[in-house]
């Protein structure tokens, strides 16, 4: 069994976050360990506030688990300013783990800010080069990139420009478009292309969570990047599909039980 790591903010109501990532890692038979980094406090409506961790805490946390455990994969997830930020880039670059997928967080699905708009410097600079993949949504690449995106060409161009910043596979999400959600991945060298089937349902709160733990328990697995990412955005299908109506808003992505045991039955069921 591998043990992987999230690095990321905790959501109360289980849908997002810290628990989607623990759900997911263990889903894929992977053993789940968390550095959190922000208490937020939210549900399927509304963030009502958050309290950053203080950052030599943050620090502790992650200095805790590589100074004693063998760490095969990283999801970065919530970093909610330059300080916290720079400190984890910090120390991604002291441990050096494998496997590092980033998910440049920045607006929660009700529209609250998770990312001080000043930090956005700090994860170009010194985050994007950490990550072996960066997995923005589509308003993320625009930020990070200063282009608008309104087709399939405009993900591609910024999924390359990503790419430039140093990330060694940028995975654009198309998750925001209407129409059938396409993901778009560039490793540097081709651009391969993810379409899904859009599931109509408002239940969606967490699949950007979902998706970057699953791809970084499927690498910490042994998949290649392009496996990963297949078999990722498949699992976030089905968990989207299962979603439980769970309060008023945007209800969470259900994980599966044992999911590396069903994987190959539930790929042959939605051929
Ligand atoms: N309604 C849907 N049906 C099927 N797949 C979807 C749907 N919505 C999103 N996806 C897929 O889910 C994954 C996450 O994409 P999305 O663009 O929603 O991320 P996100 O905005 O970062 O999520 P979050 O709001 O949790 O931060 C992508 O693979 C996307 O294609
Ligand atoms: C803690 C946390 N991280 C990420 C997201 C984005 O889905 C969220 N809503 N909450």
Redesign the pocket.
């Known amino acids: 069994m591998k043990n992987v790591l999230t690095i990321a903010g905790s959501d109360c109501s289980g849908g ?1 976050g810290i628990q989607a990532d623990i759900k997911t890692f263990q889903a894929h038979g992977a053993f789940g360990m968390s550095v959190i980094t922000a208490v937020v406090a939210e549900n399927t409506c509304d963030v009502i506030s958050i309290h950053d961790i203080p950052v030599i805490n943050i620090s502790d946390q992650i200095d805790a688990i590589f100074l004693d455990i063998s760490v095969a994969g990283v999801k970065v997830g919530m970093l909610s300013g330059e300080e916290i930020m720079n400190m984890v880039a910090q120390k991604l670059a002291q441990y050096q783990p494998k496997n590092v997928v980033i ?1 440049p ?1 920045m607006v929660a ?1 009700g529209g609250c800010s998770l990312m001080d708009p000043a930090a956005l410097n700090v994860l170009q600079k010194k985050m994007i080069p950490l990550a072996f993949c960066l997995t923005p ?2 308003p ?1 690449a625009e930020v990070i990139t200063g282009k608008k995106i309104r087709t399939i060409e405009d993900m591609k161009m910024a999924a390359k420009a990503i790419y430039q910043m140093g990330a060694k596979n940028v995975l654009v ?4 478009f209407l129409g059938e ?3 778009i991945l560039y490793d540097g060298t081709e651009f391969h292309s ?1 379409k ?6 408002k239940n ?6 979902t ?1 970057s733990s699953a791809i970084t328990a499927n690498l910490a697995n042994g998949k290649t990047i392009y496996e990963a990412v297949r078999s990722a ?1 498949e699992y ?2 089905g968990a ?1 599909q299962n979603a439980l109506e769970i309060g008023k808003g945007h209800g969470p992505t259900n994980h599966f039980y044992k999911y590396y045991e069903l994987e190959e039955k539930y790929k042959n069921e939605n051929l």
Do not use: S
């Open positions: 997002a998910d967080v699905k949504n589509i993320e999400k198309g998750g925001h959600p396409t993901d993810y899904g089937k859009r599931i109509h349902t969606t709160h967490g699949t950007g969570c998706l955005k976030v299908a989207i």
